[in-house]
Protein backbone atom coordinates (compact mmCIF):
# COMPACT_ATOMS: atom_id res chain seq x y z
CA UNK A 1 0.00 0.00 0.00
CA UNK A 2 1.75 3.18 -1.18
CA UNK A 3 -0.09 6.05 0.36
CA UNK A 4 -0.70 9.88 -0.88
CA UNK A 5 -2.41 12.57 -0.05
CA UNK A 6 -4.87 14.77 -2.69
CA UNK A 7 -6.76 17.83 -2.41
CA UNK A 8 -9.99 17.04 -3.65
CA UNK A 9 -13.64 18.91 -4.14
CA UNK A 10 -16.94 18.27 -4.04
CA UNK A 11 -20.04 20.55 -5.39
CA UNK A 12 -23.68 20.51 -3.83
CA UNK A 13 -25.58 20.66 -7.66
CA UNK A 14 -28.45 21.18 -5.15
CA UNK A 15 -27.10 24.57 -4.33
CA UNK A 16 -26.44 26.19 -7.46
CA UNK A 17 -27.89 29.03 -8.77
CA UNK A 18 -26.08 29.70 -11.75
CA UNK A 19 -25.30 33.34 -10.90
CA UNK A 20 -21.70 32.73 -12.49
CA UNK A 21 -19.91 34.44 -9.50
CA UNK A 22 -17.27 31.83 -9.27
CA UNK A 23 -16.83 31.98 -13.18
CA UNK A 24 -15.86 35.76 -12.76
CA UNK A 25 -13.54 35.95 -9.51
CA UNK A 26 -11.45 32.97 -11.47
CA UNK A 27 -11.26 34.89 -14.19
CA UNK A 28 -10.15 38.02 -12.68
CA UNK A 29 -7.58 36.23 -10.74
CA UNK A 30 -6.09 34.13 -13.09
CA UNK A 31 -6.95 34.78 -16.98
CA UNK A 32 -7.67 37.92 -17.69
CA UNK A 33 -4.20 38.64 -19.60
CA UNK A 34 -4.01 39.20 -23.28
CA UNK A 35 -4.49 35.30 -24.71
CA UNK A 36 -7.05 34.20 -22.56
CA UNK A 37 -9.76 36.04 -23.45
CA UNK A 38 -11.76 32.95 -24.33
CA UNK A 39 -9.95 30.81 -21.49
CA UNK A 40 -12.30 30.08 -18.75
CA UNK A 41 -10.52 27.92 -15.63
CA UNK A 42 -14.31 27.80 -13.92
CA UNK A 43 -17.12 27.95 -16.03
CA UNK A 44 -21.37 27.31 -15.23
CA UNK A 45 -22.98 24.92 -17.76
CA UNK A 46 -26.88 24.65 -17.97
CA UNK A 47 -27.84 20.95 -18.27
CA UNK A 48 -29.03 19.88 -20.35
CA UNK A 49 -26.81 21.93 -23.16
CA UNK A 50 -23.63 21.35 -25.37
CA UNK A 51 -20.97 22.62 -22.96
CA UNK A 52 -18.15 24.66 -23.21
CA UNK A 53 -16.52 23.90 -25.61
CA UNK A 54 -19.43 22.91 -27.30
CA UNK A 55 -20.09 19.37 -27.19
CA UNK A 56 -16.27 18.36 -25.11
CA UNK A 57 -18.21 15.47 -23.92
CA UNK A 58 -18.26 13.82 -27.86
CA UNK A 59 -15.00 11.66 -27.45
CA UNK A 60 -15.49 10.21 -30.72
CA UNK A 61 -14.76 13.49 -32.11
CA UNK A 62 -12.28 14.95 -29.38
CA UNK A 63 -10.36 11.61 -28.54
CA UNK A 64 -9.70 12.70 -24.97
CA UNK A 65 -9.40 10.48 -22.22
CA UNK A 66 -8.44 6.58 -21.54
CA UNK A 67 -9.33 3.74 -23.59
CA UNK A 68 -8.88 0.18 -22.70
CA UNK A 69 -6.76 -2.10 -25.64
CA UNK A 70 -6.41 -5.59 -24.76
CA UNK A 71 -6.72 -5.18 -21.09
CA UNK A 72 -4.35 -2.28 -21.13
CA UNK A 73 -4.57 1.40 -20.92
CA UNK A 74 -4.00 3.84 -23.34
CA UNK A 75 -4.74 7.23 -24.40
CA UNK A 76 -7.63 7.45 -26.89
CA UNK A 77 -5.46 10.06 -28.98
CA UNK A 78 -3.28 7.19 -30.07
CA UNK A 79 0.12 5.98 -29.42
CA UNK A 80 3.09 7.63 -29.38
CA UNK A 81 3.56 7.13 -32.83
CA UNK A 82 0.64 8.39 -33.71
CA UNK A 83 0.68 11.75 -31.57
CA UNK A 84 4.21 12.35 -33.21
CA UNK A 85 2.55 12.07 -36.67
CA UNK A 86 0.46 14.95 -35.55
CA UNK A 87 2.52 17.00 -34.02
CA UNK A 88 2.07 20.15 -36.10
CA UNK A 89 -1.73 19.37 -37.52
CA UNK A 90 -3.75 18.19 -35.12
CA UNK A 91 -6.84 18.31 -36.13
CA UNK A 92 -8.73 16.76 -33.27
CA UNK A 93 -8.11 20.31 -31.46
CA UNK A 94 -11.23 22.52 -30.80
CA UNK A 95 -11.19 25.75 -33.21
CA UNK A 96 -12.40 29.23 -31.62
CA UNK A 97 -15.90 28.43 -32.68
CA UNK A 98 -15.73 25.34 -30.78
CA UNK A 99 -15.55 27.87 -27.78
CA UNK A 100 -16.31 31.64 -28.72
CA UNK A 101 -14.49 34.61 -30.58
CA UNK A 102 -14.59 36.86 -27.19
CA UNK A 103 -15.24 40.41 -27.32
CA UNK A 104 -15.10 43.49 -25.63
CA UNK A 105 -17.11 47.07 -26.62
CA UNK A 106 -15.72 50.70 -28.66
CA UNK A 107 -16.65 52.13 -25.36
CA UNK A 108 -14.93 54.86 -26.87
CA UNK A 109 -17.11 55.42 -29.33
CA UNK A 110 -20.06 55.97 -26.81
CA UNK A 111 -17.98 58.22 -24.69
CA UNK A 112 -16.28 60.94 -27.49
CA UNK A 113 -18.87 61.08 -29.80
CA UNK A 114 -19.45 64.31 -30.66
CA UNK A 115 -22.78 66.07 -29.71
CA UNK A 116 -25.32 65.02 -33.01
CA UNK A 117 -28.94 64.13 -33.28
CA UNK A 118 -28.38 60.62 -33.33
CA UNK A 119 -27.89 58.49 -29.98
CA UNK A 120 -24.05 56.93 -29.60
CA UNK A 121 -23.66 53.20 -29.36
CA UNK A 122 -20.20 50.98 -28.38
CA UNK A 123 -20.43 48.60 -31.08
CA UNK A 124 -19.18 44.98 -30.36
CA UNK A 125 -15.02 44.13 -31.41
CA UNK A 126 -13.32 41.26 -31.49
CA UNK A 127 -10.60 40.63 -28.90
CA UNK A 128 -8.60 38.81 -31.27
CA UNK A 129 -8.14 40.71 -34.32
CA UNK A 130 -9.99 44.50 -33.14
CA UNK A 131 -12.57 44.18 -35.83
CA UNK A 132 -16.55 44.63 -35.58
CA UNK A 133 -18.12 41.75 -34.70
CA UNK A 134 -21.54 40.51 -34.45
CA UNK A 135 -22.01 38.40 -31.45
CA UNK A 136 -22.86 35.28 -31.93
CA UNK A 137 -21.75 32.78 -29.09
CA UNK A 138 -20.26 32.87 -25.31
CA UNK A 139 -19.13 30.59 -22.64
CA UNK A 140 -22.35 30.72 -21.30
CA UNK A 141 -24.23 31.06 -24.12
CA UNK A 142 -27.16 28.32 -23.43
CA UNK A 143 -27.59 30.13 -19.82
CA UNK A 144 -31.02 29.11 -18.58
CA UNK A 145 -32.13 27.52 -22.01
CA UNK A 146 -31.88 24.01 -20.92
CA UNK A 147 -34.88 21.63 -21.97
CA UNK A 148 -35.60 23.40 -25.59
CA UNK A 149 -35.44 21.41 -28.33
CA UNK A 150 -33.32 23.52 -30.13
CA UNK A 151 -30.82 23.51 -27.61
CA UNK A 152 -30.95 20.08 -25.77
CA UNK A 153 -30.45 18.28 -29.61
CA UNK A 154 -26.59 19.26 -29.47
CA UNK A 155 -26.41 17.68 -26.12
CA UNK A 156 -24.20 14.18 -26.94
CA UNK A 157 -25.75 12.52 -23.23
CA UNK A 158 -28.75 12.58 -24.63
CA UNK A 159 -27.76 10.94 -27.88
CA UNK A 160 -27.61 7.89 -25.63
CA UNK A 161 -30.84 7.84 -24.86
CA UNK A 162 -34.10 7.11 -26.55
CA UNK A 163 -35.78 8.83 -28.56
CA UNK A 164 -39.24 9.38 -26.19
CA UNK A 165 -36.46 10.58 -23.28
CA UNK A 166 -35.59 13.09 -25.69
CA UNK A 167 -39.54 14.47 -26.42
CA UNK A 168 -40.12 14.12 -22.79
CA UNK A 169 -37.22 16.33 -22.07
CA UNK A 170 -38.98 19.06 -23.22
CA UNK A 171 -41.13 19.11 -19.77
CA UNK A 172 -37.88 18.87 -17.78
CA UNK A 173 -36.11 21.18 -15.29
CA UNK A 174 -32.58 22.29 -15.70
CA UNK A 175 -29.81 22.43 -13.55
CA UNK A 176 -26.41 24.20 -13.29
CA UNK A 177 -23.25 22.25 -13.45
CA UNK A 178 -19.93 23.98 -12.65
CA UNK A 179 -16.65 22.99 -13.83
CA UNK A 180 -12.74 23.06 -13.31
CA UNK A 181 -10.10 21.10 -13.95
CA UNK A 182 -10.57 17.41 -12.36
CA UNK A 183 -6.91 17.13 -11.36
CA UNK A 184 -7.26 13.64 -12.19
CA UNK A 185 -5.23 10.62 -10.06
CA UNK A 186 -4.94 9.02 -13.86
CA UNK A 187 -4.42 11.91 -15.98
CA UNK A 188 -4.28 11.70 -19.37
CA UNK A 189 -3.16 15.23 -20.45
CA UNK A 190 0.18 14.48 -18.56
CA UNK A 191 0.75 11.13 -20.66
CA UNK A 192 0.26 12.54 -24.00
CA UNK A 193 2.30 15.86 -23.59
CA UNK A 194 5.66 14.98 -25.49
CA UNK A 195 7.44 17.87 -23.54
CA UNK A 196 6.43 16.12 -20.25
CA UNK A 197 5.54 19.90 -19.12
CA UNK A 198 2.24 18.70 -17.45
CA UNK A 199 2.96 17.03 -13.76
CA UNK A 200 1.06 15.95 -10.91
CA UNK A 201 2.42 17.52 -7.28
CA UNK A 202 3.33 14.80 -5.20
CA UNK A 203 2.46 16.30 -2.01
CA UNK A 204 -0.98 17.54 -2.79
CA UNK A 205 -2.15 15.85 -6.61
CA UNK A 206 -2.85 19.23 -8.28
CA UNK A 207 -2.20 18.87 -11.50
CA UNK A 208 -0.03 21.74 -13.14
CA UNK A 209 1.64 23.20 -16.92
CA UNK A 210 5.11 23.64 -16.35
CA UNK A 211 5.06 27.03 -18.52
CA UNK A 212 9.28 26.73 -19.12
CA UNK A 213 8.78 23.09 -20.32
CA UNK A 214 5.50 23.68 -22.42
CA UNK A 215 6.18 24.02 -26.15
CA UNK A 216 2.68 24.82 -27.28
CA UNK A 217 1.73 21.47 -29.13
CA UNK A 218 -1.57 21.19 -27.44
CA UNK A 219 -1.81 17.62 -27.33
CA UNK A 220 -2.88 18.22 -23.56
CA UNK A 221 -5.45 20.07 -24.85
CA UNK A 222 -6.87 17.09 -27.40
CA UNK A 223 -5.83 14.20 -24.08
CA UNK A 224 -7.87 16.10 -21.53
CA UNK A 225 -11.30 14.75 -22.16
CA UNK A 226 -12.80 17.09 -20.21
CA UNK A 227 -11.60 20.25 -22.08
CA UNK A 228 -9.77 21.93 -19.34
CA UNK A 229 -6.45 22.58 -20.66
CA UNK A 230 -6.56 26.17 -22.72
CA UNK A 231 -4.08 27.61 -25.36
CA UNK A 232 -2.70 31.04 -24.90
CA UNK A 233 -2.04 32.25 -28.30
CA UNK A 234 -0.23 34.98 -26.71
CA UNK A 235 2.65 33.37 -25.34
CA UNK A 236 2.10 30.00 -27.00
CA UNK A 237 1.77 27.94 -23.75
CA UNK A 238 -0.84 25.45 -22.44
CA UNK A 239 -3.03 27.13 -19.14
CA UNK A 240 -5.27 25.37 -16.92
CA UNK A 241 -6.89 25.39 -13.58
CA UNK A 242 -4.22 25.67 -10.59
CA UNK A 243 -6.79 25.10 -8.29
CA UNK A 244 -5.45 28.20 -6.71
CA UNK A 245 -2.62 26.19 -5.54
CA UNK A 246 -0.70 29.18 -3.47
CA UNK A 247 -3.82 29.38 -1.72
CA UNK A 248 -4.28 25.59 -0.80
CA UNK A 249 -0.67 25.97 0.66
CA UNK A 250 -1.43 28.51 3.01
CA UNK A 251 -4.71 26.49 3.59
CA UNK A 252 -6.96 28.53 2.19
CA UNK A 253 -9.36 27.62 -0.25
CA UNK A 254 -9.99 28.37 -3.58
CA UNK A 255 -10.92 31.54 -5.35
CA UNK A 256 -13.81 30.30 -6.42
CA UNK A 257 -15.09 28.44 -3.55
CA UNK A 258 -14.36 31.63 -1.18
CA UNK A 259 -16.82 33.52 -3.69
CA UNK A 260 -19.61 30.67 -4.16
CA UNK A 261 -22.58 32.56 -3.45
CA UNK A 262 -24.74 29.32 -2.65
CA UNK A 263 -21.48 27.80 -0.60
CA UNK A 264 -21.96 24.45 -2.33
CA UNK A 265 -18.03 23.65 -2.73
CA UNK A 266 -16.34 21.34 -0.42
CA UNK A 267 -12.36 21.05 -0.15
CA UNK A 268 -10.59 18.50 1.72
CA UNK A 269 -7.86 15.93 1.60
CA UNK A 270 -8.23 12.29 0.66
CA UNK A 271 -5.48 9.78 0.96
CA UNK A 272 -5.66 7.00 -1.37
CA UNK A 273 -3.84 4.00 -2.67
CA UNK A 274 -1.24 5.21 -5.88
CA UNK A 275 -0.51 1.47 -6.53
CA UNK A 276 -4.54 0.67 -7.06
CA UNK A 277 -4.80 3.55 -9.08
CA UNK A 278 -3.95 2.16 -12.63
CA UNK A 279 -5.85 -1.56 -11.57
CA UNK A 280 -8.92 0.57 -10.98
CA UNK A 281 -8.70 2.54 -14.24
CA UNK A 282 -8.33 -0.57 -16.23
CA UNK A 283 -11.55 -2.00 -15.00
CA UNK A 284 -13.11 -3.72 -18.18
CA UNK A 285 -16.86 -2.77 -17.22
CA UNK A 286 -17.15 1.27 -17.49
CA UNK A 287 -19.99 0.56 -15.05
CA UNK A 288 -17.75 -0.56 -12.54
CA UNK A 289 -15.26 2.54 -12.89
CA UNK A 290 -17.26 4.56 -9.74
CA UNK A 291 -16.82 1.53 -7.43
CA UNK A 292 -13.39 0.96 -8.40
CA UNK A 293 -12.43 4.31 -7.91
CA UNK A 294 -13.77 4.30 -4.57
CA UNK A 295 -11.86 1.40 -3.41
CA UNK A 296 -9.04 3.52 -4.41
CA UNK A 297 -9.94 5.76 -1.11
CA UNK A 298 -8.27 4.67 2.52
CA UNK A 299 -10.21 5.63 5.32
CA UNK A 300 -8.16 8.20 7.73
CA UNK A 301 -9.47 6.39 11.09
CA UNK A 302 -7.82 3.23 9.91
CA UNK A 303 -4.32 2.82 11.95
CA UNK A 304 -3.14 0.66 9.44
CA UNK A 305 -3.43 3.38 6.89
CA UNK A 306 -2.33 6.22 9.26
CA UNK A 307 1.09 3.26 10.07
CA UNK A 308 1.27 3.72 6.23
CA UNK A 309 0.51 7.19 5.36
CA UNK A 310 3.19 8.29 7.49
CA UNK A 311 5.54 6.01 6.65
CA UNK A 312 5.37 7.56 2.78
CA UNK A 313 6.12 10.61 4.68
CA UNK A 314 2.52 12.42 4.56
CA UNK A 315 2.50 14.73 7.87
CA UNK A 316 0.26 14.18 10.73
CA UNK A 317 -1.81 17.49 10.18
CA UNK A 318 -2.78 16.09 7.13
CA UNK A 319 -4.01 12.86 8.11
CA UNK A 320 -5.84 14.72 10.79
CA UNK A 321 -7.58 16.65 8.40
CA UNK A 322 -8.24 13.73 6.18
CA UNK A 323 -10.15 12.56 8.74
CA UNK A 324 -11.91 15.89 9.30
CA UNK A 325 -12.42 15.90 5.54
CA UNK A 326 -15.90 17.03 4.28
CA UNK A 327 -14.90 15.65 0.85
CA UNK A 328 -13.99 12.38 2.33
CA UNK A 329 -17.60 11.99 4.37
CA UNK A 330 -19.47 13.03 1.05
CA UNK A 331 -17.50 10.82 -0.98
CA UNK A 332 -17.07 7.71 1.19
CA UNK A 333 -18.68 7.61 3.93
CA UNK A 334 -22.14 8.78 3.20
CA UNK A 335 -21.80 8.13 -0.55
CA UNK A 336 -23.61 11.13 -1.95
CA UNK A 337 -21.27 12.41 -4.19
CA UNK A 338 -20.55 11.05 -7.69
CA UNK A 339 -17.44 11.56 -9.93
CA UNK A 340 -18.22 13.76 -12.88
CA UNK A 341 -18.02 10.92 -16.07
CA UNK A 342 -15.43 8.11 -14.68
CA UNK A 343 -15.78 6.42 -18.17
CA UNK A 344 -13.01 8.63 -19.08
CA UNK A 345 -10.85 6.71 -17.48
CA UNK A 346 -9.09 9.46 -15.77
CA UNK A 347 -9.97 9.14 -11.76
CA UNK A 348 -11.35 12.70 -11.45
CA UNK A 349 -11.25 13.97 -8.08
CA UNK A 350 -14.21 17.00 -8.62
CA UNK A 351 -16.98 15.12 -7.51
CA UNK A 352 -20.81 16.53 -7.64
CA UNK A 353 -23.92 15.59 -5.46
CA UNK A 354 -26.50 15.30 -7.75
CA UNK A 355 -29.52 17.64 -7.53
CA UNK A 356 -32.81 16.52 -6.01
CA UNK A 357 -34.94 19.71 -5.88
CA UNK A 358 -37.39 18.84 -8.83
CA UNK A 359 -38.46 15.55 -7.52
CA UNK A 360 -40.12 17.33 -4.33
CA UNK A 361 -41.35 19.68 -6.32
CA UNK A 362 -43.01 17.35 -9.27
CA UNK A 363 -44.30 15.79 -6.35
CA UNK A 364 -45.86 18.70 -4.84
CA UNK A 365 -47.58 20.13 -8.03
CA UNK A 366 -49.05 16.38 -8.00
CA UNK A 367 -51.31 17.20 -5.18
CA UNK A 368 -48.67 14.82 -2.54
CA UNK A 369 -47.02 15.34 0.04
CA UNK A 370 -43.54 15.75 -1.43
CA UNK A 371 -41.50 15.09 1.78
CA UNK A 372 -43.20 11.98 2.89
CA UNK A 373 -40.35 9.44 2.38
CA UNK A 374 -42.89 7.17 0.87
CA UNK A 375 -43.92 9.45 -1.98
CA UNK A 376 -40.38 10.55 -2.21
CA UNK A 377 -38.53 6.69 -3.00
CA UNK A 378 -41.47 5.77 -5.31
CA UNK A 379 -40.68 9.29 -7.11
CA UNK A 380 -37.22 9.21 -7.85
CA UNK A 381 -37.66 6.32 -10.48
CA UNK A 382 -40.10 8.36 -12.31
CA UNK A 383 -37.93 12.19 -12.43
CA UNK A 384 -38.66 14.05 -15.22
CA UNK A 385 -35.18 14.66 -15.71
CA UNK A 386 -34.19 10.84 -16.29
CA UNK A 387 -31.90 8.76 -13.90
CA UNK A 388 -30.37 7.99 -17.02
CA UNK A 389 -28.96 11.27 -18.00
CA UNK A 390 -27.68 11.90 -14.43
CA UNK A 391 -26.08 8.02 -14.78
CA UNK A 392 -24.64 9.20 -18.13
CA UNK A 393 -23.13 12.14 -16.55
CA UNK A 394 -21.89 10.64 -13.06
CA UNK A 395 -21.89 7.25 -13.16
CA UNK A 396 -20.58 5.87 -17.22
CA UNK A 397 -24.63 4.97 -17.36
CA UNK A 398 -25.72 3.12 -14.33
CA UNK A 399 -28.44 4.30 -12.67
CA UNK A 400 -27.88 2.24 -9.38
CA UNK A 401 -25.37 4.50 -7.62
CA UNK A 402 -27.49 7.61 -8.30
CA UNK A 403 -30.53 6.25 -7.13
CA UNK A 404 -29.39 5.44 -4.15
CA UNK A 405 -27.47 9.30 -3.82
CA UNK A 406 -31.00 10.44 -4.50
CA UNK A 407 -32.19 8.55 -2.05
CA UNK A 408 -30.05 9.22 1.15
CA UNK A 409 -30.86 12.73 0.08
CA UNK A 410 -34.86 12.23 0.36
CA UNK A 411 -34.62 10.59 3.37
CA UNK A 412 -32.36 13.63 4.84
CA UNK A 413 -34.92 15.71 3.77
CA UNK A 414 -37.92 13.52 5.50
CA UNK A 415 -36.20 12.98 8.33
CA UNK A 416 -34.93 16.48 9.05
CA UNK A 417 -38.46 17.76 8.50
CA UNK A 418 -39.74 16.09 10.86
CA UNK A 419 -37.70 17.62 13.80
CA UNK A 420 -37.76 20.69 12.38
CA UNK A 421 -41.71 20.12 12.69
CA UNK A 422 -41.63 18.95 15.90
CA UNK A 423 -42.31 15.53 15.81
CA UNK A 424 -40.74 12.60 16.92
CA UNK A 425 -37.77 11.47 14.72
CA UNK A 426 -38.34 8.52 12.72
CA UNK A 427 -35.41 5.69 12.88
CA UNK A 428 -36.82 3.96 9.94
CA UNK A 429 -36.30 6.57 7.36
CA UNK A 430 -32.50 6.52 8.04
CA UNK A 431 -31.88 2.82 8.25
CA UNK A 432 -34.12 2.21 5.06
CA UNK A 433 -31.30 4.00 3.38
CA UNK A 434 -28.32 2.67 4.77
CA UNK A 435 -27.81 4.85 7.58
CA UNK A 436 -28.43 5.53 11.36
CA UNK A 437 -29.82 8.44 13.24
CA UNK A 438 -26.78 10.12 13.93
CA UNK A 439 -25.08 9.61 10.90
CA UNK A 440 -28.36 11.45 9.01
CA UNK A 441 -28.07 14.27 11.26
CA UNK A 442 -24.19 14.70 10.62
CA UNK A 443 -25.11 14.75 6.87
CA UNK A 444 -27.35 17.02 7.29
CA UNK A 445 -25.33 19.55 9.21
CA UNK A 446 -22.80 19.24 6.54
CA UNK A 447 -24.39 19.62 3.84
CA UNK A 448 -27.31 22.21 4.66
CA UNK A 449 -25.24 23.94 7.66
CA UNK A 450 -21.70 23.52 7.64
CA UNK A 451 -19.83 26.39 8.93
CA UNK A 452 -16.81 28.17 6.78
CA UNK A 453 -14.01 25.78 8.61
CA UNK A 454 -15.89 22.49 8.27
CA UNK A 455 -16.85 23.43 4.46
CA UNK A 456 -12.88 23.92 3.91
CA UNK A 457 -10.84 21.36 5.66
CA UNK A 458 -7.04 22.19 4.33
CA UNK A 459 -3.95 21.69 6.06
CA UNK A 460 -0.95 24.16 4.79
CA UNK A 461 1.80 22.59 2.84
CA UNK A 462 4.44 20.75 4.28
CA UNK A 463 7.95 20.40 5.02
CA UNK A 464 8.57 16.65 5.64
CA UNK A 465 11.55 15.90 8.03
CA UNK A 466 14.87 15.57 7.06
CA UNK A 467 15.34 11.80 5.37
CA UNK A 468 11.44 11.48 5.10
CA UNK A 469 10.71 10.12 1.76
CA UNK A 470 9.43 13.26 0.82
CA UNK A 471 12.15 15.48 1.71
CA UNK A 472 11.91 16.47 -1.26
CA UNK A 473 11.85 20.89 -0.67
CA UNK A 474 10.27 21.78 -4.10
CA UNK A 475 7.58 18.99 -5.49
CA UNK A 476 9.68 18.87 -8.71
CA UNK A 477 13.51 19.33 -7.56
CA UNK A 478 14.25 15.90 -8.16
CA UNK A 479 17.00 14.03 -10.81
CA UNK A 480 14.72 13.94 -14.03
CA UNK A 481 11.61 16.04 -12.72
CA UNK A 482 10.10 18.71 -14.70
CA UNK A 483 11.66 22.02 -15.12
CA UNK A 484 14.66 20.88 -13.50
CA UNK A 485 18.18 20.71 -15.34
CA UNK A 486 21.99 19.64 -14.17
CA UNK A 487 23.31 22.87 -12.14
CA UNK A 488 26.51 21.50 -12.56
CA UNK A 489 26.42 20.94 -16.89
CA UNK A 490 24.39 24.13 -16.86
CA UNK A 491 27.50 26.35 -15.55
CA UNK A 492 29.85 23.79 -17.45
CA UNK A 493 28.46 25.13 -20.79
CA UNK A 494 28.36 28.39 -19.81
CA UNK A 495 31.89 28.29 -18.90
CA UNK A 496 32.35 27.28 -22.42
CA UNK A 497 31.87 30.75 -23.51
CA UNK A 498 33.85 32.40 -22.02
CA UNK A 499 35.77 32.63 -18.70
CA UNK A 500 33.50 33.44 -15.65
CA UNK A 501 34.41 36.82 -13.87
CA UNK A 502 35.58 36.98 -10.80
CA UNK A 503 32.84 35.99 -8.28
CA UNK A 504 31.95 38.74 -6.35
CA UNK A 505 32.08 39.76 -2.65
CA UNK A 506 29.58 39.01 -0.41
CA UNK A 507 26.62 41.38 -0.81
CA UNK A 508 25.64 43.81 2.15
CA UNK A 509 22.48 46.59 2.74
CA UNK A 510 23.20 50.28 2.01
CA UNK A 511 24.25 50.67 6.22
CA UNK A 512 27.01 48.07 5.33
CA UNK A 513 25.19 45.00 7.06
CA UNK A 514 26.27 41.60 5.89
CA UNK A 515 23.22 39.59 3.68
CA UNK A 516 24.47 36.53 5.49
CA UNK A 517 26.30 34.91 2.14
CA UNK A 518 23.02 35.54 -0.45
CA UNK A 519 24.47 36.89 -3.53
CA UNK A 520 22.94 40.42 -5.03
CA UNK A 521 21.44 39.57 -8.31
CA UNK A 522 21.45 43.15 -9.28
CA UNK A 523 25.12 42.81 -9.51
CA UNK A 524 26.00 39.81 -11.15
CA UNK A 525 26.55 39.16 -14.74
CA UNK A 526 24.91 35.78 -14.92
CA UNK A 527 28.13 33.78 -15.52
CA UNK A 528 29.56 31.65 -13.08
CA UNK A 529 28.35 30.56 -9.93
CA UNK A 530 28.51 32.76 -6.88
CA UNK A 531 28.82 31.84 -3.61
CA UNK A 532 25.33 32.14 -1.71
CA UNK A 533 23.39 31.62 -5.46
CA UNK A 534 22.25 28.18 -4.58
CA UNK A 535 21.77 26.57 -1.35
CA UNK A 536 24.17 24.65 0.43
CA UNK A 537 23.71 20.87 0.50
CA UNK A 538 24.36 18.53 3.55
CA UNK A 539 27.35 16.35 2.95
CA UNK A 540 28.17 18.64 -0.02
Known amino acids: MRVMAQVAMVMNLDKCIGCHTCSVTCKQTWTNRTGTEYVWFNNVETRPGQGFPRRYEDQDKWRGGWQLKRGKLVPRSGGRARRLARLFANPELPSLSDYYEPWTYDYANLTQAPLGDDLPTAPPRSQIDGRTMGISAGPNWDDDLGGGPEHTAGDPLLEKISDQVRLEYEQAFMFYLPRICEHCLNPSCVAVCPSGALYKRIEDGIVLVDQDRCRGWRMCVSGCPYKKVYFNHSTGKAEKCTLCY ?234 GGPGMYDVERFHAATALVGAPDPEPEPATDPAGASLKGRVNLLGWNGQGRPEGLFPRQEGA
Open 246 to 479: PRIEAGQPTVCSETCVGRLRYLGVILYDADMVGEAASVEDERDLYEAQLGCFLDPHDPEVERAAAESGIPHDWITAARDSPVHALISKYKVALPLHPEYRTMPMVWYVPPLSPVVDALTGTGHDGEDPASLFGAIDTLRIPLSYLAELFTAGDPAPVEAALCRLAAMRSYMRGINLGETPDPQIARSVGMDEPGIQAMYRLLALAKYEERYVIPTSYSAEPGSPVDLGCSLDEA
